[in-house]
């Protein structure tokens, strides 16, 4: 097990495509670590490159105390789970899961024990004797993933582990990630742009764009505070509200409604200056009824979440429209005229 760190990382595809730019990364010892961003940012090319699949262009990755930056990826000890899963396709799933720890030249008995044990937690029990072709694309992700769990390298890389599994068992082998990561303790780097994944699994999220890092932090820390707009549109199951707002001297004026400064900017600001006032459609609140410091508008789209409801609301002038969660039963209808405040302590 292993700390990763990267510093200057930059890799250029031959087509001239600068897929890292100097990209600086420290990964913890025992990290559950998630590279996020929307496709094209670069997250397989920093696996790939992590793993030794990628020749970088510049700078350094280490793992442990070792700078592996030109180790071939054989020496790197490090297993990955593919895109395309690379199954053997003349094993039975039983021999592909139990295939690395062959090569560890482990005694047959224990490793059938463990390709048999982590089979059944990823609900492939039934089907150890078949053969990749003999599956579910779902299914041959699982036994790609089997496989790289089924021994303890001081690393794993993840690409996509459970995109083409049904919501359901996505939600199973998620869980059934978190726990053997947890119980194994090894270095866990897994590339999503599932937001949602990346905030239910991870220790610790580096959000990407354009080959670079806009944002490394915790699940919380990336929600509740993003670093930059970028950051607060990208995560969150709906994107967060960015105002245009210009900052007076008893706070933030949106379309003739002044709102509490946010304290995370006190001091920062200028009275006339002109800035984005952020908040999640978690964090604000919807009244039917005229209230002192809301913003006042009207009722657009209501769309139903299941347990509660996303409402759009057009605001005046070109502020444009807000988006507001409201509970069960209290949704408004379309040309419904409403009234949102944000919650004390919640706007960016
Ligand atoms: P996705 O979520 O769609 O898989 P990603 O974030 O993993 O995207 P990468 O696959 O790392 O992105 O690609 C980063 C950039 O590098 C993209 O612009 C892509 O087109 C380019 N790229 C990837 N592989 C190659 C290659 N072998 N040759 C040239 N360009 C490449």
Redesign the pocket.
């Known amino acids: 097990m292993a700390a990763i760190t990267m510093s200057g990382l930059t890799k250029v ?3 001239g ?1 600068r ?1 890292l730019n100097a990209l600086d990364l420290d990964i913890v010892d025992g990290e559950f670590f998630a590279l996020l ?10 696996l790939r490159t992590i793993a030794g699949l990628e020749v970088s262009s510049g700078g350094t990755i280490h793992i442990g105390d070792t700078d592996v930056t030109g180790m071939p990826p054989g020496r790197r000890d490090v297993a990955m789970v593919f895109q395309d899963y690379a199954l053997f396709p003349h094993m039975n799933v039983r021999d592909n899961i139990a295939y690395p720890l062959r090569i560890k030249k482990v005694d047959r008995r224990t490793r059938h024990g463990k390709a048999t044990e982590t089979a059944g937690g990823l609900g492939l029990a039934e089907l150890l004797e078949r053969r990749p072709a003999q599956l579910s694309g779902g299914q041959q992700q699982r036994v790609a993933l089997a496989r790289a769990m089924a021994y303890t390298p001081q690393v794993f890389l993840l690409d996509e582990p459970l995109s083409n599994l049904d919501a359901r068992l996505r939600l199973e082998a998620r869980t059934f990630l978190k726990r053997l990561q947890r119980d194994l303790g090894v270095t866990t780097v897994f ?1 999503t ?1 599932d937001q949602a994944e990346a905030l239910a699994l991870a220790d610790r999220i580096a959000v ?1 764009q354009g ?1 670079r890092i806009r944002q490394v932090g915790t699940p919380v820390e990336v929600f509740r505070r993003p670093a930059n707009t970028f950051v607060a549109g990208f995560i969150g199951s709906t994107p967060m509200n960015l105002i245009p707002a210009t900052v007076r001297d008893a706070g933030v004026e949106v379309a003739g409604t002044i709102l509490p400064m946010p304290e995370i900017a006190e001091g920062l600001t200028e009275p006339g200056e002109t800035v984005t006032y952020a908040v999640r459609p978690e964090y604000l609140d919807y009244s039917p009824a005229e209230r002192a410091g809301a913003l006042s508008g009207v009722v657009v789209v209501v769309e139903n979440l299941g347990s509660s409801s996303l409402v759009s609301l057009d605001l005046p002038g070109d502020v444009g429209t807000v988006q507001v969660v409201v509970a069960e039963g209290e949704e408004p209808a379309p040309g419904d005229r409403g009234w949102v405040a944000p919650r004390p302590g919640r706007a960016l």
Do not use: I, W
């Open positions: 595809y031959p087509n495509v897929a961003g929307p496709s094209g940012c670069g997250k397989t090319t920093l590339v742009h990407m080959g």
